[in-house]
């Protein structure tokens, strides 16, 4: 599986907090994950940047939608090096390829629940009830669990994901010349860890430098059988 430390801005809480910890919970019906893998250097990928922006007010964001966006680095041969850009990101699109039996990859491509998805009309919420997913965080540290409504324990993996908002770009070349762009759910950073039934520490490092035009940032998370990339379960919420 691919790994990538986790890049994270910890700020003022949003959400339950006691003695200065946050905390992000999962209703036990699942939530819908939305995967956009896009690039500047794409001129078809605009449009699909646009639709994925317009979730940031949506009264249905992060309880039942949680969006993420990983820009993909090979369009930057057109003459446009995506700067949110990355060949990590990339070999996510190539993992779904491979899980799909599909021999190639495109932009724009969106996964909903580890699914192949053609964007529109949001999915209707859920009714299937897999568990209640929980972020517990407190300074440089992230408590993981994942409460199953099914018996017996199980092996998972947890992504946690840091995002970025209002990030723009003046594009100077490529398919895209002349354009100012502008991304919301934009991944800076992906951890993915196994994890038995129960709970998951994780070490916080310290933050990124992406310059951000939006001072919010959002920690998302969803949870995969091991091995395999179908959302069992996902949650997410503003961090400041």
Same mark, same amino acid.
């Given at each position: &599986?691919? !790994?990538?430390?986790?890049?994270?801005?910890?700020? @003022? +809480?949003?959400?339950?907090?006691?003695?200065?910890? &946050?905390?992000?919970?999962?209703?036990?019906?699942?939530?819908?994950?939305?995967?956009? %893998?896009?690039?500047?250097?794409?001129?078809?990928?605009?449009?699909?940047?646009?639709?994925?922006?317009?979730?940031? #007010?949506?009264?249905?964001?992060?309880?039942?939608?949680?969006?993420?966006? %990983?820009?993909?680095?090979?369009?930057?041969?057109?003459? $446009? =090096?995506?700067? %949110?850009? @990355?060949?990590? $990101?990339?070999?996510?699109?190539?993992?779904?390829?491979?899980? $799909?039996?599909?021999?190639?990859?495109?932009?724009?491509?969106?996964?909903?629940?580890?699914?192949?998805? !053609?964007?529109?009309?949001?999915?209707?919420?859920?009714?299937?009830?897999?568990?209640?997913?929980?972020?517990?965080?407190?300074?440089?540290?992230?408590? +993981?669990?994942?409460?199953?409504?099914?018996?017996?324990?199980?092996?998972?993996?947890?992504?946690?994901?840091?995002?970025?908002?209002?990030?723009?770009?003046?594009?100077?070349?490529?398919?895209?010349?002349? =354009?100012?762009?502008?991304?919301?759910?934009?991944?800076?950073?992906?951890?993915?860890?196994? &994890?038995? +039934?129960?709970?998951?520490?994780?070490?916080?490092?310290?933050?990124?430098?992406? #310059?951000?035009?939006?001072?919010? #940032?959002?920690?998302?998370? $969803?949870?995969?059988?091991?091995?395999? &990339?179908?959302?069992?379960?996902?949650?997410?919420?503003?961090?400041?």
């Amino acid at each position: &599986m691919i !790994r990538l430390t986790l890049i994270l801005v910890l700020a @003022s +809480a949003i959400g339950p907090v006691q003695g200065g910890e &946050m905390v992000l919970a999962s209703k036990p019906t699942r939530a819908h994950l939305i995967e956009l %893998f896009t690039s500047e250097g794409c001129s078809s990928c605009p449009p699909a940047d646009e639709w994925l922006n317009g979730l940031k #007010n949506h009264p249905r964001l992060w309880q039942d939608i949680v969006p993420i966006a %990983f820009h993909v680095d090979y369009w930057d041969h057109l003459g $446009w =090096r995506d700067p %949110f850009a @990355s060949k990590i $990101w990339t070999e996510r699109q190539a993992d779904y390829s491979v899980f $799909w039996k599909k021999e190639s990859v495109y932009t724009p491509a969106f996964v909903l629940n580890g699914n192949e998805w !053609r964007y529109g009309p949001l999915p209707p919420p859920a009714s299937d009830t897999p568990g209640v997913l929980t972020l517990k965080i407190n300074g440089e540290k992230v408590t +993981a669990a994942f409460k199953s409504a099914g018996s017996g324990a199980g092996r998972y993996e947890i992504h946690l994901a840091r995002l970025g908002f209002g990030l723009s770009s003046d594009v100077a070349a490529g398919e895209n010349h002349g =354009r100012k762009l502008l991304h919301d759910f934009v991944a800076l950073g992906l951890t993915n860890e196994t &994890m038995k +039934a129960g709970a998951k520490e994780f070490q916080l490092p310290s933050a990124g430098t992406k #310059n951000i035009e939006d001072p919010r #940032n959002a920690l998302v998370a $969803w949870i995969t059988p091991a091995g395999k &990339m179908e959302v069992i379960q996902a949650v997410g919420g503003w961090l400041e």
